[in-house]
């Protein structure tokens, strides 16, 4: 029962209270052309949520063989680069033999769920912070759905903001990043924190 | 002789990149790092140092990678590339200024594979020359560095009162803005501000 009360506690953390795009600002470029679209955003958000779970579990056995301390900032990203290669390509390929339709429709933007802030810097987040096995894959996935969550968040008001009735100035870019800053305000609270301005 | 198409005439190139597509401003490319660490003027100036490298060199050796490579292996071939370049990069940064790492944490190596890097390393198949591509990396460069560190002058000043470290006597301080949703505000902010100035060039263009 504590295992499960202690998942369930990690996950929620991951995709609500340390939210990757809304307290990091991880992936936040990705998220503004992945919302765009809103038929791919769960297509979208699985493959983000298969590969951090995937190299999180990796990741895992990085930490096993290299030692995080000391220079390894010089090196350790070239290692989490390889690993999400090989991943990327792996994945590619087995949809390609075994799931020709699922691969012709997600080709298109794979490459973009593979290589963005939010994955690689999962990794980074994860092997910082994470000490189990079991801790690198519920927070592996809980990034994943967190960027699930904050792709979606911003994908409803998408067609608001792009709005004519918009002022000019406002309309798009700018009052997007105003809106991603409240809702980073709003799971900002939840973490926590008290205003002292 | 044929006349070089409008769009991608020198003055042109220069223009887009600074302002009318300023990568930060306009693209809203690599904003991760900008809104984490550019929170005053010694950050940005850390940020925009450690961008300008990495980008600039991993854009120019990705350059050479053949167009008859397949696209999902040449992603692969230009963040390896990016994490080579990162290496001397990191031991540069970390001699030139040696509190950049430690001050930009997990934000520094993110940088490899930043939205800039990943849309632009295809430039060169669309633009008609290398030098052409590269005049447009480097003007692109040099928009988001000063979108970069304009960001953290302001933000320094409104969130913390001071200039680079000295208090500047502020009657008013908004810590909020020294917050990482303080900087996605801020960035709107500017961003509409940059609109607003596009559309006065136009209009005193158009006179």
Same mark, same amino acid.
């Given at each position: 029962m504590e295992f499960v009360k202690n998942i369930l506690l990690a996950a929620f953390t991951s995709v609500i209270i340390e939210n990757t795009v809304f307290s990091r600002a991880l992936g936040t470029s990705t998220l503004i052309l992945v919302a765009k679209n809103r038929k791919n955003i769960f297509g979208f958000g699985l493959s983000v949520t298969y590969i951090t779970a995937i190299v999180s579990v990796l990741t895992y056995f990085v930490g096993k063989l290299f030692d995080?301390?000391?220079?390894s900032y010089i090196y350790i990203p070239l290692v989490y680069i390889l690993i999400l290669g090989v991943v990327y390509i792996l994945t590619l390929l087995c949809l390609w033999r075994f799931a020709v339709t699922l691969f012709v429709k997600i080709r298109k933007y794979i490459h973009m769920s593979a290589f963005n802030c939010a994955v690689l810097g999962a990794m980074f987040i994860i092997s910082e912070y994470c000490e189990t096995f079991t801790d690198y894959l519920v927070q592996g996935i809980g990034i994943g759905l967190g960027f699930v969550l904050a792709v979606y968040m911003t994908s409803v008001v998408y067609d608001r903001i792009y709005?004519?009735?918009?002022?000019y100035s406002f309309r798009g870019f700018p009052l997007l990043m105003i809106y991603i800053g409240i809702l980073s305000m709003a799971f900002w609270g939840f973490s926590g924190h008290i205003a002292n301005f | 002789m044929a006349q070089i198409p409008e769009e991608s005439s020198n003055k042109n190139i220069i223009f887009n990149a600074l302002l009318?597509?300023?990568? $930060? $401003?306009?693209?809203?490319?690599?904003i991760a790092p900008a809104v984490m660490t550019a929170d005053s003027f010694s950050g940005a100036v850390t940020l925009a140092a450690a961008f300008s490298i990495i980008t600039f060199f991993t854009l120019l050796i990705s350059s050479?990678?053949?167009?008859?490579?397949?696209y999902a292996v040449r992603i692969i071939m230009y963040a390896f590339i990016g994490a080579l370049v990162y290496v001397p990069s990191a031991i540069a940064l970390k001699y030139f200024i040696p509190d950049a790492i430690d001050n930009m944490g997990i934000f520094f190596p993110l940088l490899i594979i930043n939205s800039f890097i990943v849309s632009r390393s295809e430039s060169i198949f669309f633009l008609e020359t290398k030098g052409k591509m590269m005049l447009d990396i480097i003007f692109c460069i040099i928009g988001y560095d000063a979108a970069v560190i304009l960001f953290g002058i302001i933000r320094e000043i409104?969130?913390?009162?001071?200039a680079n470290g000295k208090?500047?006597?502020?009657? $008013?301080?908004?810590?909020?803005?020294?917050e990482p949703f303080g900087g996605f505000i801020l960035i709107g902010i500017m961003a509409a501000l940059l609109r607003l100035l596009m559309l006065v060039i136009k209009k005193f263009g158009q006179k």
């Open positions: 995080l301390s000391g220079n709005s004519e009735k918009t002022p | 009318k597509r300023n990568p $930060l $401003l306009v693209s809203g490319m690599v050479f990678v053949p167009k008859k490579i397949v409104i969130g913390s009162g001071t208090i500047i006597g502020m009657p $008013l301080v908004f810590s909020a803005f020294s």
